[in-house]
């Protein structure tokens, strides 16, 4: 190869990567927030703190306890029935580097928006789903979730009731 054609080669594949490196940018960008979240953002979940029993038309109930651990972190439990006796898995929701994040087992969502009615994730990392979580009282949320992984969207709302534990 000649020095000019070694040359011409170089061009046009910087040109490339220049023209293709916004897109890039920009796609990785794509529902996150135009503000980084601050412990005041994450604090207006305080909502979620405790045990709930999850319902929906045609699904099983199900139940999780939401614990804060700091003010960064909550700590999620699932569980299959209300006596609460065997965890059936953990998630978690955190606050870090301006970042809200919920992750369950492989997977993890980033929180697009939160205030005093509640939070809205997108997927990231091994999910395909959003989810928004609404305040309707201090003993009532819904949880919507949406998801297009049958080439349909579906919606299901769950409706989340507080349990009183001992």
């Known amino acids: 190869m000649t020095t000019l054609v070694k040359s011409a080669f170089c061009r046009a594949a910087l040109l490339a990567l220049v023209a293709v490196a916004p897109l890039v940018a920009q796609s990785s960008q794509r529902g996150q927030p135009a503000t980084p979240f601050a412990t005041s953002d994450f604090a207006k979940l305080k909502w979620l703190e405790g045990t709930w029993r999850g319902s929906a038309a045609g699904q099983e109930p199900f139940f999780e306890r939401y614990r804060f651990v700091n003010d960064s972190t909550i700590e999620i439990s699932y569980y299959r029935d209300s006596t609460l006796a065997h965890e059936s898995g953990t998630g978690r929701v955190y606050l870090t580097v301006g970042r809200i994040y919920h992750t369950t087992g492989p997977g993890r969502w980033g929180a ?33 979730l ?3 992984a049958t080439g349909r969207e579906t919606v299901t709302v769950f409706e989340m009731k507080r349990l009183r534990t001992p």
């Open 146 to 148: 949406r998801s297009g």
């Open 112 to 144: 697009t928006r939160v205030d005093s009615s509640g939070i809205y994730f997108i997927p990231q990392v091994n999910a395909r789903n959003t989810f928004a979580w609404a305040f309707k009282s201090a003993d009532t949320w819904t949880a919507t």
